[in-house]
């Protein structure tokens, strides 16, 4: 949906932020495309955490309040 431009990559990121889940940002790539990113840096992640981050995007890109 953000490729065929119904959704924005900062829609996307706002609709994660209000669920209060996960974190996200935004990122230009080579000047021309706005992509969504994530770090996990904890050695305390888990793959149940990456889940939780998969699930809130795709709720984001769906509309899911």
């Keep these: 949906r953000i490729r065929s431009g119904e959704l924005t ?10 669920r209060g889940r996960t974190w996200i940002s935004e990122v230009m790539l080579t000047g021309k495309e706005r992509t969504i990113r994530t770090c996990m840096t904890s050695y305390l992640t888990t793959a149940d955490d990456v889940q939780v981050l998969v699930e809130e995007l795709n709720a984001a890109v769906v509309g899911e309040e």
């Design 9 to 18: 990559t900062a829609q996307v990121r706002d609709r994660v932020y209000a």
